[in-house]
């Protein structure tokens, strides 16, 4: 379900690009530090944004390391930028990726899937040691949602809630002034990825008879199916902009703006011309 969060390159300066790059590079580096190869696989652009914003909010020492390269690109060398949100920020990964792909065994059989899950296992144990309240987050989250799925619940507010919720729960790092603010933004990142999602796979959820919130909207109202969905991620969109403006944050405002504002779109509008080239029989 996740990874829709992304920057939008081709807006970025020079430098900004160098920048964002720099904290991706972090994360999946320590994602291989901490859980081995298998770790840097489960690195998702959500996570990355959710670095940028604790390390713009909080400010902590960062180290850079110039010249970097790496086991998968090593005749690339890269900056690379490191704080001590990596360690929440990994083990927020780890809890994401552990339960989506429990989410992708659940849905779809895949063994691949399951194979890994049951390798994240010891991992996941530990992030779930490490940060309690927000393990047991995602693991609610993951029981709503099967009963949801089971009930065939057709209240797409109240299944994208529940990504909400969750979401909202990684996203506020300590209990401290920032919390009730990093839990709303949190909460409407989450509705407008699980509306995104949603909207991705519908046709295909249609088609091997899956469980979608949006498929009545897609069945009964073709021709505002594109308009509605449109208006609903929006809305969410624009919710979690106004909380990210209401914090104090400066550093590396212009990456966390590009993304809001235009990054999450990339994958919208990837998909929408995805699909009106396959109306029009030109795909």
Known sequence: MFGYVMVDRDSLSDENKKIYQAYYCGLCQ??????????QLL???????????LTGLYEPKEQIRENFSCHLHPFKKRQLRENELLEY????????????????????????KHSY????????EQAKHDYPRQANAVENYMKKLSGYEQS?????????????????????????????ELKILGMFLGKFIYL??????????????????LTALRQDSSQNFELICNLQMTTMISECAKSFERLPILLYSDILRNILYSGVWTKYHYIRRKREKKQEGTL
């Open 152 to 180: 065939n619940e057709p209240n797409v507010d109240l299944v994208a809630g529940l990504t909400g919720e969750m979401l909202g729960e990684l996203f506020a790092y300590k209990k401290d002034e920032w919390y009730d």
């Open 30 to 39: 320590r994602l291989r530090t901490r859980y081995g190869a298998k770790g």
């Open 196 to 213: 995104m999602d949603a909207y991705e796979d519908v046709d295909r959820d249609i088609k091997h008879g899956r469980y979608n919130p």
């Open 117 to 124: 899950a049951k390798w994240l296992q010891k991992d996941y």
């Open 89 to 112: 920020c990994s083990s927020m990964n780890v809890l994401l990726a552990y339960h989506n792909l429990q989410d992708d065994w659940h849905d779809n059989h895949n063994f691949i």
């Open 43 to 53: 690195l998702n652009y959500d996570i990355v944004f959710l670095q940028l914003l």
